[in-house]
């Protein structure tokens, strides 16, 4: 189920907003294999309109890692730069619920 919901909800991203998302899908170890392998599809195609990375977009990829400048750049993200850092979280989200056995309450529906 959460799979399916992520996978859905890349089709809300903005081109932006997927490519902030793949960079971070890409890095991030704690996303178990074979759903970066169902997700990051579904993220290429999305993000293969998107302009290049510019310094506030960098800023959103530093604030997933760390939330002490999340606290910063919220003032300053964009729509698509927040959808991302969603998307990113909920996804983070779903898959320590799933290690444990949980049911998806997703952060991201809030959008």
Do not use: C, N
Not at 20 to 35: C, G, H, K, N, Q
Not at 67 to 79: D, M
Not at 83 to 88: D, G, K, S, T
Request: glycine fraction near 4%.
């Amino acid at each position: 189920m959460e799979m399916d919901f992520h996978l859905h909800k890349v089709q809300a991203l903005s081109p932006k907003a997927a490519k902030i998302a793949l960079r971070m899908l890409d890095r991030d170890p704690r996303v178990p294999t074979e759903w970066v392998m169902a997700l990051r599809p579904a993220l290429v195609e999305r993000s293969s309109e998107a302009e290049s990375f510019g310094g506030t977009d960098w800023m959103t990829i530093a604030a997933i890692e760390r939330p002490g400048i999340r606290r910063f750049t919220e003032r300053f993200e964009s729509r698509e730069q927040r959808h991302a850092r969603l998307w990113v979280l909920s996804l983070r989200t779903a898959t320590k619920r799933h290690d444990r056995g949980q049911p998806d309450e997703s952060v991201y529906g809030a959008l």
